[in-house]
């Protein structure tokens, strides 16, 4: 299976800020195709996961131009800046390239 | 809008089984493949199965942790898609999402189950 390793565990922000999280698998994401099955969610106390960032870099309907995406291979950056009260919450990597699907650990987006 | 809803779950016992259902409205169904997620009380998320469009056979995929007890299929005609649970243990408490597959772009708002005696 592919491992998928997020860090942070836990990222303190203060609102305003910018933070980075990484997210690393243990083998490579580019698909037969050439794409890379690589996304980002935030799941909020109590509600779905709901998604931000697919394909690495591409923003999700109706995200801010604030969240960006990069990366390639087995490397990963999802960034935020200028952190807003909305943006808290827990983000997951997801990869789909290979089976099974896996999951980052996650990252506890929290204030300072 | 795009809507999906679980529902099917509950306090089960050990052993037994239940059928999980994602009704959905708002896009259309046939076209997409289809997947199930769940999330252990306070932990990550886990990919459970998924199954694919009539383009792609209907063809079907399921995480190692649930593989022979879990069957995915789905009804194109009423736009749902259903999880069969079998041989339930403790450790398939959670929170069962429905997601629409290749980007997981949309969710349920989840179904919890609880395996207990």
């Known amino acids: 299976d592919v491992l998928m390793t997020q860090t942070p565990v836990s990222l303190p922000v203060s609102l305003g800020g910018q933070v980075s999280i990484s997210c690393r698998s243990s083998q490579s994401l580019v698909h037969s195709d050439g794409n890379t099955y690589l996304h980002w969610y935030l799941q909020k106390p109590g509600q779905s996961p709901q998604l931000f960032i697919y394909?690495?870099?591409n923003r999700f309907s109706g995200v801010p131009d604030r969240f960006s995406g990069s990366g390639s291979g087995t490397d990963f950056t999802l960034k935020i800046s200028r952190v807003e009260p909305e943006d808290l919450g827990v983000y997951y990597c997801l990869q789909s390239t290979h089976f099974p699907r896996t999951f980052g650990g996650g990252t506890k987006l929290e204030l300072k | 809008e795009v809507k999906l809803e679980e529902s099917g779950g509950g306090l089960v016992q050990p052993g037994m089984s239940v059928k999980l259902s994602c009704a959905t409205s708002g896009f259309t169904f046939s076209d997409y493949w289809m997947d199930w997620v769940r999330q252990a009380p306070g932990k990550g998320l886990e990919w459970v199965a998924e199954i694919r469009n009539k383009l792609n056979n209907y063809a079907t995929y399921y995480g190692k942790s649930v593989k022979g007890r879990f069957t995915i299929s789905r009804d194109d005609s009423k736009s749902i898609v259903y999880l069969q649970v079998n041989s339930m243990r403790s450790e398939d408490t959670g929170i069962y999402y429905c997601?629409?597959?290749?980007?997981?772009?949309?969710w349920g708002q989840g179904v919890m189950v609880t395996v207990s005696s």
């Open positions: 997601t629409t597959g290749y980007y997981f772009d949309y």
């Open positions: 394909r690495v870099s």
